[in-house]
């Protein structure tokens, strides 16, 4: 079945350092993903998201890279600072439709001061 | 603008009880959703609502209902709760178009105990 998940579960990073999430999929029908953080205790938040005509979207300190060849798509935090420690997960619609979306399981981000 | 609003935040309830999580959205969106958020696993949709009046099947629609009465409502039912039914629940809603961005509430925490 189709499937959108992430690769690994923690990543610690250093405060300034860059951060780099991955995540994998399997539905190669899927037109779209989205990038979410999700902070304890609170919902989603939408961070960026990229339609499959793009390799590459920019955000505010946000790059997302999408490589359909090999199914794969990765979010990465320029100059992460500790209010970027959240899980991170991204998602795609079951095919077109877009009602119908996959979220992956996250990636506990730490940022080490 | 609250956005997505969900009431209550936390609840305990005894096997066999029954309940209704509110959600309310502020944003005149169509598209409405309930998801339920387990440790280690993604976000799963229960059902969903594409216009008032209408109601889908997600991926996990068993021991749950929903209706959407107002456009800015969106209730979900527990007509006898489980064990099984403890998790966190999330609503989200989204506007028709081409924006497929999802915006959530806080959450529920339920406990079925």
């Known amino acids: 079945g189709e499937s959108v998940g992430l690769h690994l579960p923690t990543l610690s990073v250093q405060e300034g350092d860059n951060s780099i999430i991955n995540c994998a999929y399997s539905?190669?029908?899927?037109?779209?993903f989205i990038w979410y953080k999700q902070e304890s205790g609170k919902g989603p938040q939408f961070i960026i998201d990229i339609r499959s005509n793009m390799d590459k979207r920019q955000g505010q300190r946000v790059t997302v890279l999408l490589n359909k060849t090999v199914k794969h798509l990765s979010l990465q935090i320029a100059a992460t600072q500790p209010g970027d420690s959240a899980v991170y997960f991204c998602?795609?619609?079951?095919?077109?439709?877009?009602?119908?979306?996959?979220f992956g399981s996250g990636t506990k981000l730490n940022v080490k001061p | 603008n609250a956005g997505v609003t969900q009431t209550p935040k936390f609840r305990v309830l005894k096997t066999g009880q029954s309940m209704t999580l509110l959600c309310a959205q502020d944003m005149n969106h169509e598209y409405m959703y309930w998801y339920r958020q387990d440790p280690g696993m993604g976000l799963r949709l229960i059902h969903y609502s594409v216009g008032e009046g209408t109601t889908a099947k997600g991926e996990v629609p068993d021991g749950y209902n929903v209706s959407r009465l107002k456009k800015q409502n969106f209730l979900l039912g527990l007509e006898s709760a489980a064990p099984s039914q403890t998790s966190v629940y999330f609503c989200?809603?989204?506007?028709?178009?081409?924006?497929?961005?999802?915006?959530f509430g806080a959450g529920t925490r339920l406990s079925v105990l």
């Open positions: 989200a809603s989204r506007t028709a178009g081409r924006e497929n961005i999802q915006y």
């Open positions: 998602a795609g619609p079951e095919g077109y439709n877009f009602n119908k979306f996959y």
């Open positions: 539905n190669s029908a899927s037109d779209y």
